[in-house]
C-alpha cells in the first residue's frame, strides 16, 4: 500500500515580517545573501559595495559578475515600485557605469515593466535590465524564506547564458584569470575531476548525483574555499533542504556537518586561506576533492527519490 504523505501548505506573508526595515534591514540581507538573487538571475554575484555613493544618492547594492568582471547595479524596494526608484535606477545607471541594472521589488505597476521591456528593447549589449519580484513565504510555524522571481528580463537571454557557458571568449579579470588557474592546478592534480567539466574562470563546479536531483558544488573565493549541496539550477532552494531534511539524522551523522546554513544551501562547509598564493592550492584542492567524494559517497547512498518508501 503506498503512504501518502502529509505536506504543509506554503503561504505568503507580509514582507515586512521577514524584514522590518528596507535600508537596515532587507539591504544588509541581500548583501550577505547574494546567492539567493544569483540563483535567479543565472549569473554569479559578488559584493562590491553597499550604499555606494553617486553624487546626493547613494545605489543600495553594486555587485559585480565574475565571469566578465561586469557591474551589476542592484535597487531594492519592500513595497510596490514607483517613478522615483526609476529614476534613481537611470542616474545611477549612469554615475557607476553598471551593465546589468536589477530592480527588486515587492510589486512591480505595469508602467514600470513596460519601462524595464522599454529599456532592454532599445539599449545594445552588454546593458541587460531585470525586474525581479521579492516574497516571503513559510510553511505553517517554519522560518520565514525569501522566494525571488525575474518578471522582466533581456529578450534572449538565457540563450546567451548557454552561450557563455559553453564558450569563454575575451580576455579574463584578474579575478577570473586567478579561477581560471586554480581550477587547472586542480585537474592536474586529480584528473579524475575533468570528468565534470574543464577548468574555467566560474567560482564554482557542480557534481550531480546518480539517485537524486541534488548537485554537490565546489566553490573558491579569494580568502576560503567550500563545498555545499543544492538543487540542479532552476530548482527551488526549499526543494532541495526539503530533500536533505527528510533524510537529515544520517547525513548529518555520516558527514558531521549541519544541514541548515545562512545561505540556504545544505551541508555546507568551508576552508578559510588566502587562497592568491599559489602555495596553498595543493592544501586546498586536498580538501575540497576528499570532501566532494565523501559527499558523493553519502548523499548516494541515503538519498534517493521520489521521496518516502514506495509500495
Known amino acids: 500500500m503506498k503512504q501518502i504523505p502529509s505536506l504543509g501548505l506554503l503561504e505568503t506573508v507580509d514582507l515586512r515580517q521577514a524584514w522590518a526595515h528596507e535600508a537596515h534591514s532587507f539591504t544588509p540581507w541581500m548583501a550577505e545573501n547574494l546567492n539567493r538573487l544569483s540563483a535567479a538571475l543565472g549569473i554569479p554575484l559578488e559584493l562590491e559595495g553597499q550604499e555606494v555613493s553617486v553624487g546626493s544618492f547613494s545605489a543600495d547594492l553594486l555587485a559585480r559578475n565574475p565571469q566578465d568582471g561586469s557591474l551589476v547595479l542592484i535597487e531594492n524596494q519592500l513595497e510596490q515600485t514607483d517613478h522615483n526608484h526609476l529614476g534613481q535606477i537611470l542616474t545611477y545607471l549612469a554615475g557607476l557605469e553598471a551593465q546589468v541594472i536589477v530592480w527588486i521589488a515587492s510589486d512591480f505597476?505595469?508602467?514600470?515593466?513596460?519601462?524595464?521591456?522599454?529599456?532592454?528593447?532599445?539599449?545594445?549589449?552588454?546593458?541587460?535590465?531585470?525586474?525581479?519580484?521579492?516574497?516571503?513565504?513559510?510553511?505553517?510555524?517554519?522560518p520565514i524564506a525569501p522566494l525571488f522571481e525575474v518578471v522582466a528580463k533581456p529578450n534572449g537571454w538565457d540563450r546567451k547564458l548557454q552561450q557563455q557557458v559553453a564558450s569563454q571568449t575575451g580576455e579574463l579579470s584578474t579575478l577570473g584569470q586567478f579561477r581560471l588557474a586554480f581550477w587547472s592546478r586542480l585537474l592536474e592534480l586529480y584528473p579524475d575531476q575533468s570528468q565534470w567539466g574543464p577548468a574555467d574562470a566560474a567560482s564554482s563546479r557542480w557534481q550531480p548525483l546518480k539517485n537524486s536531483s541534488l548537485v554537490v558544488v565546489t566553490y573558491i573565493y579569494v580568502y576560503r574555499c567550500g563545498i555545499f549541496v543544492r538543487g540542479k539550477r532552476g530548482q527551488p532552494l526549499e526543494e532541495s533542504k526539503a530533500l536533505l531534511l527528510f533524510h537529515q539524522e544520517a547525513l548529518e551523522e555520516r558527514l558531521g556537518v549541519p544541514i541548515s546554513d545562512s545561505d540556504g544551501y545544505g551541508l555546507t562547509q568551508s576552508l578559510d586561506a588566502d587562497a592568491r598564493d599559489s602555495t596553498t592550492w595543493p592544501k586546498l584542492t586536498a580538501w575540497l576533492v576528499s570532501r566532494q567524494q565523501a559527499y558523493v559517497e553519502a548523499l548516494e547512498a541515503i538519498v534517493s527519490e521520489p521521496l518516502g518508501p514506495q509500495s
Do not use: M
Not at 535590465?129 to 516574497?135: E, I, L, S, W, Y
Open 109 to 142: 505597476r505595469d508602467p514600470h515593466l513596460s519601462a524595464i521591456h522599454w529599456l532592454n528593447d532599445h539599449t545594445v549589449d552588454p546593458f541587460a535590465f531585470f525586474a525581479v519580484q521579492v516574497k516571503a513565504v513559510r510553511i505553517s510555524d517554519s
